[in-house]
DNA sequence: GGTAGTAGCCTAGCCACGTTAGGCAAACCA
DNA sequence: TGGTTTGCCTAACGTGGCTAGGCTACTACC
């Protein structure tokens, strides 16, 4: 019985490659299990259950993004920041269908407010402070932002734009043109 | 052996009352052979598989909403008829989480092409007509709002707007006033 | 360097779910 | 009235989630 070697850090990972490659729905313990060439029960050693698991994707994935979009932001203000957040979020989205899914499920107050969700709002803030916007519009200049770059890419990864022949990554920079457009001139209320 | 008197709809039905009380992701065969006081097994009599039945619900949902949209556009132009189909299609979403949570499976082809999906997006479409774009901007325009008003309520329901005290409902609307701000004003290339 | 503890893995076993195959009975139709 | 179809059943197999309890390899400490 040579020990596989198994940690949480591992196992978060390989489910994180693992549901990259065959979508969220399909990461299951027992695939997860196969993979370390270990049996299923073996894994309830390291995690409490499939969804502590899911869970544990979820904050790498968070950290993750943040981390690239922290790295993107550095140094740019204005459309250039907006672009720059936004290019990439949509590309770690893309680049990790299985992670960004990951993120969407519902944490934990406490949980989600130790995440890098935190960071995540605050970068979101600071690009806004090139737009010069005062709440509450700052706070609706955020969910705004963060709704159209989700559901844009939600629509894309779930093929809802296959329909039109223009391509998304033309619509997508026109929608970032439109966003910085109304961003500057911020309708009152 | 009374018979139970299951039908394809019915069952279509069931599934997505069964989605929107206990979520997507719950409703199993086996839940539903149980709400028919019928076995697993008979149910496939009607439906070829699971996925079968999530495809039934995807479209009776894409109906349903095809239908109110269309109800609350009748008589609206501009700036009106964005906010009618916007509300009508968050509240779809908020009373129906379920039917809206199947209606992002992803659909084959030739059955997205024979769906309701198409009204969805001619109705959409009518609305530009109201600012005035014309291509590419329209199909670049569609895809904003669409993905706006997809990601805003997806946002909502998995509970990213809690951790700030504004209302959804507030930002919302504000989110309209901008949407269409920039709608009528749509950036040059 | 022996030995106690514990960490890491295993087998066995339970339950829920999806799905197929084949059987029987109720409803319909001639 | 008898045959056909339709609707439901039981039986069975595979996958997956999870718990309980046991064995073994490493670790630490005397």
């Given at each position: 019985m040579a020990r596989a070697g198994v940690t949480v850090e591992r196992l978060t990972l390989a489910a994180a490659e693992l549901a990259d490659e065959i979508g969220m729905a399909n990461v299951t313990v027992a695939a997860l299990a196969r993979h370390f060439g270990v049996k299923d029960a073996s894994l309830y050693f390291h995690i409490r259950n499939g969804q502590d698991l899911r869970v544990r994707v979820a904050l790498l994935a968070l950290g993750e993004l943040a981390d690239r979009v922290a790295a993107a932001l550095a140094g740019r203000a204005g459309k250039d920041a907006l672009v720059a957040f936004a290019n990439?979020?949509?590309?770690?989205?893309?680049?990790?269908?299985?992670?960004?899914?990951?993120?969407?499920?519902?944490?934990?107050?406490?949980?989600?407010?130790?995440?890098?969700?935190?960071?995540?709002?605050?970068?979101?803030?600071?690009?806004?402070?090139?737009?010069?916007?005062?709440?509450?519009?700052?706070?609706?200049?955020?969910?705004?932002?963060?709704?159209?770059?989700?559901?844009?890419?939600?629509?894309?990864?779930?093929?809802?734009?296959?329909?039109?022949?223009?391509?998304?990554?033309?619509?997508?920079?026109?929608?970032?043109?439109?966003?910085?457009?109304?961003?500057?001139?911020?309708?009152?209320?």
């Open positions: 990439a979020y949509r590309d770690y989205a893309r680049r990790h269908p299985g992670r960004y899914a990951a993120m969407q499920i519902d944490l934990d107050p406490e949980t989600a407010a130790a995440s890098a969700g935190v960071r995540h709002a605050e970068m979101t803030r600071a690009i806004l402070r090139g737009y010069r916007l005062s709440e509450p519009d700052q706070t609706d200049a955020v969910r705004m932002m963060h709704s159209t770059f989700h559901g844009f890419v939600s629509l894309e990864t779930t093929g809802g734009f296959r329909h039109t022949p223009r391509t998304a990554d033309d619509s997508w920079s026109r929608t970032l043109d439109a966003l910085d457009a109304v961003l500057s001139n911020w309708p009152p209320a």
